[in-house]
């Protein structure tokens, strides 16, 4: 059973998405939230495997929630899931970088936000790292200063081979992307991007693109 806490100030918007997702088989409700604050508190008390969280919140927005989370080490199991308009991509790079797994649409079809939920909940690459990629660079065009790289460097503690599946994850590859380019199993890549986050610090793939990008790694000019 999937654990899922809702953080939105919107009281018709959070009892619709309990709806739906309640209705499913496999996720239960456990609670509901109104500003980022309580978020926090309810994921402290409830220890939901998901909590999907809304950006603009009042006493404190879902970005500084977000981070309180996934800092938290007693909530290493929880994942958040941004609920976004798709309009505001300053706000929703803040959450990828808070430690946030994804976002999906507030529009979003049911089932939509439902295999995005159990994507999150399987540690699966809900934030496809091409979506990622798209997202930063259509913000930096807007704002070039908001992601400062610096010098290219190789990740500390990385190997020769794990710095080229970094790049090859931050650039948009999946599992099987690197397998066929490496002439590696799928597993062994999977086994390699694991090894990556874990040093890095990363939750997921998305984290990978941002740390990628603020490493200098990659920029919004290239392929």
């Known amino acids: 059973m999937i654990r899922v806490a809702v953080a939105d100030d919107q009281a018709l918007i959070r009892n619709a998405v309990a709806q739906i997702i309640g209705s499913e088989p496999d996720i239960e409700v456990v609670g509901h939230a109104d500003t ?10 409830a220890r939901p495997d998901v909590v999907l969280m809304d950006i603009r919140m009042p006493v404190m927005d879902g970005i500084e929630a977000t981070d309180l989370i996934c800092r938290d080490p007693a909530l290493a199991e929880t994942r958040v899931l941004i609920l976004t308009t798709f309009e505001e991509d300053e706000y929703v790079v803040a959450a990828l970088r808070a430690g946030a797994s994804g976002f999906v649409g507030k529009g979003a079809e049911p089932d939509e936000l439902v295999r995005a939920i159990r994507a999150v ?37 990385l190997t020769a081979r794990e710095n080229e599946i970094l790049l090859l994850v931050a650039r948009g590859g999946s599992n099987d992307d690197i397998a066929k380019a490496l002439f590696i199993s799928p597993h062994t890549a999977k086994t390699h991007v694991k090894r ?12 990978v693109v941002i740390y990628a990008y603020e490493n200098g790694l990659i920029s919004s000019q290239q392929g």
């Not at 986050?197 to 984290?207: E, L, N, S």
Request: proline fraction near 8%.
């Open 36 to 45: 980022g604050l309580a978020a926090h508190r309810l994921a402290i008390q």
């Open 121 to 157: 909940d399987a540690g699966e690459a809900l934030l496809s790292p091409a979506a990622t990629r798209g997202l930063i660079d259509r913000y930096l065009r807007t704002d070039p200063s908001a992601v400062r790289p610096g010098p290219k460097i190789h990740a500390p503690e």
């Open 196 to 207: 990556i986050m874990a040093k890095i610090g990363a939750h997921d793939r998305a984290q």
